[in-house]
C-alpha cells in the first residue's frame, strides 16, 4: 500500500499550502510525509469513524488516540491530508474574536498546541501578534471589550504608534488600533503533520484517497458508513468533519444542517514588510494583510456562497482588495499580484462552531462549520467533541451543540470574524 506524500500525484494540489507557508516549507524538511495510507485495505470494522482529514478532522483522531479509543479510522477523500481549507488558509491566529466560545477554544487551544509542537520541535507559533485597526473609535468597541473580559493581553494604540509599527498604514484610514501580542501565524504544515503522526502513533489508521458516499444509519442510530467505490465499514460512530462538504453528508443519512460554504480570496502580493511586521486586520473596511515568502499575504475578507469545491479565483476579488488596501495601506495597493487563490469558509447562520452529538442520530457527531478561525480554535473544538464521544459533558459544548440550527431553535449571534 502506497504511503501518501509529497511525491504522489496529489502533492500538485497540495502546493496551494506549500507555497502559502514558506515557514511551513521549512519544517516539512524536518517532519517529512504525512503518515496515512493512500487507498486500498481501509478496516473491517471500528469504533469511530472520522470523515474529513483537515484540521477537524485531524484533531478529533488525535483526541480520541490519546484518550485511549481503539479502532479510529479517519477517511479523507484527496490523496493528501489537508488539501482543502486547512491547507489553503492564511493560518493567522486570531484569538480574540466576538463569535461567542471562540476566545475560550482559541485559549485552549494554544494550550493543547504549546504541547503537540513544543519549542523543542519547533513550535507551530510565529508570535509577531495582530494589530487590529479602523477608521472609527467604535469599530473596535466591542473587540476590546471581549479582550478585557476574557483577560487577553492587548494594547490600545492610536495613529502614530500604529504606524511606526507598520509604516505602510501611513497615510492610509487606520487611526485607531488594538494590538494583540499574543497572536501571529501558525505552522499549518507543522500542525496537520504532527497531529497525523501523533495521531497514528496512539493507533488511529489515516486513510486518504477514500471517499465516503454515505452514512449509513438505522432505526435511527449510526452504522458506518459506505464509501464511493461500494465497500462499507461498520461503526457505531461516525464524527462528520468535511469542511464544506459537511452538510452534504448529514442530508446521507437524513440529517442535514444548514451549514454554507463562503469562497474567501488570498493573494500573494510583491511588496516589502519587515519579517516581524504584526498581523495588520482592519475592522469595518474589513481586509487584512501580513509577511509571507518574501511579499504579502492578504485578503478582501469576501464572502460569497460557493458550492462544496474548489473554487475559481474572481477578477473582482482582486480589484476589491486593491481598493481597499489603497484605502488601509497605500503602498500595498500598488503591489502587483504574485498569486492568488480561493477556497471556502465554511459557517452555521450565527457563526459559532457545530461541534457535537445530532439529536436526531445517535453516534452520528459533527464538527464543522469552523469558519474563518479552523486553525485557532480547532484543535480545542475537536477536543470538546472527543469529550462528547467519551460521554462527558464540557459545559462550553452547549454553545456548538447541533441541535441549536434545527427547525423550531432559535438562537442569533452577533456575526463578523476571520
Ligand atoms: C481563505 C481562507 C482563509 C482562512 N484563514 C484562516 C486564518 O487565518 N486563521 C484561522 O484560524 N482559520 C482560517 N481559515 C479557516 C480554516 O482554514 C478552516 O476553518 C479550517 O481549515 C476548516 O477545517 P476542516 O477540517 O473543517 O475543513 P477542511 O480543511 O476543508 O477539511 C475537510 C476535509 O474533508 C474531506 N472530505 C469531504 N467530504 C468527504 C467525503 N465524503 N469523504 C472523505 N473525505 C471528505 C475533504 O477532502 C477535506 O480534506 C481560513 C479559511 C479560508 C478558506
Known amino acids: 500500500m502506497p504511503e501518501a506524500g509529497y511525491e504522489t500525484p ?16 521549512a519544517r516539512r524538511l524536518r517532519c517529512g510525509i504525512l503518515d496515512a495510507c493512500n487507498g486500498g485495505y481501509v478496516m473491517d470494522r471500528a469504533d469511530v469513524i472520522i470523515v474529513g482529514g483537515g484540521i477537524a478532522g485531524l484533531g478529533v483522531a488525535y483526541h480520541l488516540a490519546q484518550a485511549g479509543v481503539r479502532r479510529v479510522l479517519l477517511l479523507e477523500r484527496e490523496a493528501l491530508l489537508a488539501s482543502h481549507s486547512s491547507g489553503r488558509n492564511a493560518a493567522i491566529f486570531r484569538p ?7 476566545v475560550e477554544l482559541a485559549t485552549r487551544s494554544r494550550v493543547l498546541l504549546d504541547a503537540l509542537l513544543d519549542e523543542e520541535r519547533g513550535g507551530w507559533l510565529h508570535q509577531v501578534g495582530l494589530l487590529l485597526v479602523s477608521a472609527l473609535p467604535a469599530e473596535l468597541d466591542d473587540l476590546r471589550e471581549v479582550a478585557q473580559r476574557s483577560g487577553l493581553a492587548h494594547e490600545i494604540m492610536e495613529r502614530q504608534g500604529i504606524e511606526s509599527v507598520v509604516p505602510q498604514l501611513a497615510g492610509g484610514g487606520a487611526a485607531h488600533g488594538l494590538f494583540l501580542p499574543d497572536a501571529g501565524v501558525v505552522d499549518a504544515h507543522a500542525i496537520v503533520t504532527c497531529l497525523a503522526r501523533s495521531a497514528k502513533a496512539a493507533g488511529a489508521r489515516l486513510t486518504t484517497g477514500t471517499a465516503v458516499k454515505r452514512v449509513r444509519t438505522s432505526r435511527g442510530r449510526v452504522e458506518g458508513v459506505e464509501l464511493e467505490n461500494g465497500d462499507r465499514v461498520p461503526a457505531d460512530i461516525v464524527v462528520i468533519a468535511a469542511g464544506a462538504w459537511a452538510s452534504g453528508l448529514g442530508a446521507s443519512c437524513g440529517a442535514e444542517l444548514p451549514l454554507t460554504p463562503l469562497r474567501r480570496h ?16 482592519s475592522v469595518g473596511d474589513e481586509v487584512y494583510f501580513r509577511a509571507e515568502s518574501g511579499g504579502v499575504l492578504a485578503s478582501p475578507c469576501d464572502e460569497e456562497p460557493w458550492p462544496a469545491g474548489v473554487p475559481p479565483v474572481a477578477a473582482a476579488a482582486l480589484e476589491g482588495l486593491a481598493e481597499k488596501l489603497a484605502r488601509l495601506a497605500p503602498p500595498l495597493g500598488r503591489g502587483s499580484v504574485r498569486r492568488a487563490w480561493a477556497c471556502l469558509r465554511t459557517s452555521a447562520s450565527d457563526r459559532a462552531p457545530v461541534a457535537g452529538e445530532d439529536p436526531r442520530v445517535t453516534g452520528l457527531f459533527w464538527l464543522a462549520g469552523l469558519g474563518g478561525y479552523g486553525m485557532t480554535a480547532g484543535m480545542a473544538a475537536a477536543e470538546m467533541v472527543v469529550a462528547l464521544v467519551c460521554g462527558r459533558q464540557p459545559p462550553i459544548a452547549v ?17 463578523p470574524g476571520g
Do not use: N, Y
Open 399 to 415: 454553545r456548538s451543540a447541533p441541535a441549536r440550527l434545527l427547525p423550531g431553535a432559535t438562537r442569533s449571534l452577533p456575526v
Open 10 to 25: 496529489g502533492a500538485r494540489q497540495h502546493e496551494g499550502f506549500l507555497v502559502l507557508t514558506a515557514w511551513g516549507c
Open 96 to 102: 480574540l474574536d466576538t463569535i461567542p466560545g471562540v
Open 266 to 281: 488570498l493573494v500573494q502580493l510583491e511588496a516589502r514588510l519587515a519579517k516581524a511586521t504584526p498581523v495588520v486586520w
